[in-house]
C-alpha cells in the first residue's frame, strides 16, 4: 500500500513537471513525464533537426521553449532579430556538457568548443593568437594552399583522364587538401593524398559528423544509462569507438614532437608553441590548464570543425555551379578577365564581385551549420522578452534566418546577384547573413576557412568545367544530415579549359 501511494505521488509529481513551465518561458508544445518532448520532436520533420524547428517556430513563433528529457530546457530560435540577440549575450554564451563533448576530450570540459567561462577564454585566446602568427588568414600560407590546390587539381585532372567519358567521382575528395593545410600549422608536418592512416582519421571524422543529431547530442545523459543501453548512445550519436583513434593519432603527433627537443625558435607550429608554454606554465603552477591531454582536445576540436566545413562548402559550391551552368560560365569570365591565364590569388579577391557573390550564395543556400555549435544559459537571462532559465540549451537555427521570406526574396532560388549592387561591381554586405555566426563564440577558423573556400573553389572552376553526368540525376543538394550539414558523394564530367 505505501509503495502504491509512493509509486502516485511519484507520478503525479512527474507529470506536473512535465507540464509545468516556468514564468514566462517561451511557448512551445508539451511532452510527457520522464521524456519530455523528445519522442514527438522529429515528428515535425523526420529528417533534419533545423527544419523541425522551423515548422515549429510557424505554429508558436521564433522563441519556442520545450522540455527534452525529465527537465531539461531546449529553446529554438528562428527569427534573426531573436538569434542576433542571443548570439550577442554573453549570459548565453555557454555549451551543453553532453556525453557527446564529454567523450571527445577523455570525459573532462577540455578543448575549446564545448568548455565555457575562464577557462574557455584563456585556452581560445591563446590558441587563436598562435594560429594568427603561425599563418591563420594571412597571404603568408597562401603558398601552402596553392601547393595543395595543385595537388588537388593534379588529382582531379588524372581521374578525369582516366575514364573515357571524363566522370570523376567527388566523394571525400577535398578534404585531404583542406586538413594539409590546418595540419601545417598545427603539427608542421602534411598528409600524402593517399596516406591510408589519415584516410582512415579523415573517414572516422565524416562519420562522426554523419551520425550524430544536434538536438539529440546536446542533451545531459546519465552515464550510467550511456555505459549500458547501447542504443541510447546511438541515438544521440556518441561513437567513441571513432574519436578514440583520433586522440591516438594526435597523442603520437605530440609524443612525436615532445622526443625531438626542440630549441625556442625551432617551434614553428601549434604543437610546439603549446608544448612550450605548457613547460613554461608548468614550472610555474603545476595546476594550470595548459596540459597535454587539453592540447590534444583543442586539436581534435580544431580538426574535427575544420575537416567537414570547409570541404562541405566547397562541395556545395561545386554542386550548385554543375546544376546551374550560366552562373558557372559567369564566374569563369569573371575570373578569365580578372586572373588572366594565372591562377586567382587573395590579392585578385576585391576584384571578383561575382565570384564572391557566387561563394556567399552558395553558403546561403546550403548553410553547413545551420543550428550553430548549440550554446547554453549559465544564467537565468532573456531573448525577447521570454525568460531562458540558467541550463537551458539554445539552439540557434542560421538556416532559417538564411531562408526567410522576409528578408531574401525567393529563398529558395540559387542567385548570386542578390549579394551585389546593382550594376554588379560592388559585393552588398547583407545583416541577415552571417554563416560563421557572430559575437564572442564567433567561428575561431573564419579567417583560414574564407580564404581557403574562396581560393580552392575559384580555382577549380577557373581551371575544369563541370558538367552534369549525361543521362544520370544532377547532383543532388539535399544535405547528409548529422551534426553539420554534408554534401552527398557526387559525380561529374571535368574537363581542362584552355
Ligand atoms: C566554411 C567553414 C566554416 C563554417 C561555416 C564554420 C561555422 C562555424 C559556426 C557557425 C560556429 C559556431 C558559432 C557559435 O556557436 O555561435 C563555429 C565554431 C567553431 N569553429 Fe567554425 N566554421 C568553419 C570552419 C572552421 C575551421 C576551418 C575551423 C578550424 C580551423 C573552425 C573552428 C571552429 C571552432 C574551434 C569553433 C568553436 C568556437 C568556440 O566555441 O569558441 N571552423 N564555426
Known amino acids: 500500500m505505501i509503495f502504491e501511494i509512493f509509486l502516485t505521488i511519484l507520478l503525479v509529481s512527474l507529470i506536473i513537471k512535465a507540464t509545468k513551465r516556468p514564468w514566462n518561458f517561451p511557448p512551445g508544445p508539451r511532452g510527457l513525464p520522464l521524456v519530455g518532448y523528445l519522442p514527438f520532436f522529429s515528428s515535425w520533420d523526420p529528417q533534419y533537426p533545423h527544419e523541425a524547428m522551423k515548422k515549429m517556430s510557424e505554429v508558436y513563433g521564433p522563441v519556442v521553449g520545450l522540455f527534452m528529457g525529465p527537465s531539461q530546457t531546449v529553446i529554438s530560435v528562428c527569427s534573426h532579430e531573436a538569434v542576433k540577440e542571443a548570439l550577442l549575450n554573453d549570459d548565453l554564451n555557454g555549451r551543453p556538457y553532453s556525453a557527446v563533448a564529454l567523450a571527445r576530450a577523455f570525459g573532462e570540459k577540455l578543448g575549446i568548443m564545448f568548455v565555457t567561462g575562464q577557462f574557455w577564454q584563456e585556452q581560445r585566446r591563446f590558441t587563436m593568437r598562435h594560429l594568427r602568427d603561425l599563418g591563420f588568414g594571412k597571404t603568408s600560407i597562401e603558398d601552402q594552399m596553392m601547393g595543395e590546390l595543385g595537388d588537388l587539381i593534379k588529382d582531379i585532372e588524372n581521374k578525369s583522364q582516366s575514364d573515357s567519358e571524363r566522370i570523376v567521382n567527388f566523394k571525400g575528395i577535398f578534404q585531404v587538401s583542406v586538413i594539409n593545410i590546418l595540419w601545417a600549422m598545427i ?14 582519421l579523415l573517414t572516422a571524422n565524416e562519420l562522426i559528423f554523419r551520425s550524430g543529431n544536434v538536438v539529440r547530442g546536446s542533451i545531459p545523459i546519465p552515464a550510467f544509462v550511456l555505459k549500458h543501453f547501447r ?5 544521440i550519436g556518441l561513437k567513441t569507438e571513432l574519436i578514440e583513434p583520433i586522440q591516438k593519432f594526435i597523442q603520437e ?37 595548459f596540459t597535454n591531454k587539453q592540447l590534444i ?31 558557372q560560365k559567369k ?5 578569365d578577365q580578372v586572373c588572366g591565364e594565372f591562377f586567382p590569388t587573395l590579392n585578385h579577391r576585391s576584384s571578383l564581385p561575382y565570384t564572391e557573390a557566387v561563394l556567399m550564395e552558395a553558403q546561403r543556400c546550403s548553410s553547413i551549420a545551420p543550428l550553430t555549435v548549440p550554446h547554453y544559459a549559465v544564467k537565468d537571462t532573456t531573448i525577447q522578452g521570454y525568460t531562458i532559465p540558467k541550463d537551458s540549451v ?6 532559417a534566418v538564411f531562408k526567410n521570406p522576409k528578408y531574401w526574396n525567393e529563398p529558395e532560388v540559387f542567385r ?38 574562396f581560393l580552392f573553389t575559384a580555382a577549380l572552376i577557373k581551371k575544369f568545367r563541370f558538367e552534369p553526368v549525361p543521362n544520370g540525376p544532377l547532383p543532388s543538394l539535399a544535405p547528409t544530415n548529422g551534426f553539420t550539414l554534408g554534401y552527398q558523394g557526387f559525380k561529374a564530367v571535368v574537363t581542362l579549359r584552355s
Request: contains cysteine; glycine residues 6%.
Open 297 to 327: 582536445s583543442t586539436i581534435t576540436d580544431l580538426f574535427s570543425a575544420g575537416a567537414e566545413s570547409t570541404s562541405g562548402s566547397i562541395g556545395f559550391a561545386i554542386i550548385h555551379l554543375i546544376r546551374d551552368q550560366q552562373v
Open 416 to 453: 548570386p546577384e542578390r549579394h551585389l549592387n546593382e550594376d554588379g561591381t560592388k559585393v552588398i554586405k547583407n545583416d541577415h547573413f552571417y554563416p560563421f555566426g557572430l559575437g564572442k563564440r564567433l567561428c575561431l577558423g573564419e579567417s583560414l576557412a574564407r580564404n581557403t573556400y
Open 253 to 289: 603527433t605530440i609524443e612525436d614532437h615532445q622526443h625531438r627537443n626542440l630549441t625556442e625558435e625551432d617551434a614553428d607550429n601549434f604543437i610546439d608553441v603549446y608544448l612550450k608554454e605548457m613547460n613554461k606554465q608548468k614550472a610555474e603552477n603545476p595546476s594550470t590548464n
Open 231 to 235: 542504443f541510447v548512445r546511438d541515438f
Open 187 to 200: 603539427a608542421g608536418e602534411r598528409f600524402q593524398r593517399t596516406d591510408p592512416k589519415f584516410q582512415q
Open 394 to 399: 539554445v539552439m540557434l537555427n542560421l538556416d
Open 331 to 335: 564566374m569563369q569570365m569573371e575570373l
